[in-house]
């Protein structure tokens, strides 16, 4: 069974911070390439950071060096440590495997006031 579960947004201040955890399914977990993908609204979802299964991570240029991938693959839970947020961060949040699944979790609202 897929399962794609994220949790931990919330409204906060310019330069403020959150942590989003998501928990994936074994099957698509533990050997797999994951990511956090965001879409804000009237956009297309774009990756935002991924790690592979052996912790190599990329970022994408908007939140390098404010956000932080990591994973843990005993727990099969990925999370994005968000520091220095901008109001240009508000969007949903969604995690999915890399290359993507057609399957998508419900996601987690992110928004950053100004």
């Known amino acids: 069974q897929v399962q794609l579960v994220e949790s931990g947004g919330g409204l906060v201040q310019a330069g403020g911070s959150l942590r989003l955890s998501c928990t994936a399914s074994?099957?698509?977990?533990?050997?797999?390439?994951m990511a956090w993908y965001r879409q804000a609204p009237g956009k297309q979802r774009v990756l935002v950071a991924s790690?592979?299964?052996?912790?190599?991570?990329n970022y994408a240029d908007s939140v390098k060096g404010r956000f932080t991938i990591s994973r843990d693959n005993a727990k099969n839970t990925m999370y994005l440590q968000m520091n220095s947020l901008k109001p240009g961060d508000t969007a949903v949040y969604y995690c999915?495997?890399?290359?993507?699944?057609?399957?998508w979790g419900q996601g987690t609202q992110v928004t950053v006031s100004a």
């Open positions: 999915n495997k890399v290359p993507q699944l057609a399957y």
């Open positions: 074994r099957s698509i977990f533990s050997i797999n390439a």
């Open positions: 790690i592979t299964s052996g912790g190599s991570r």
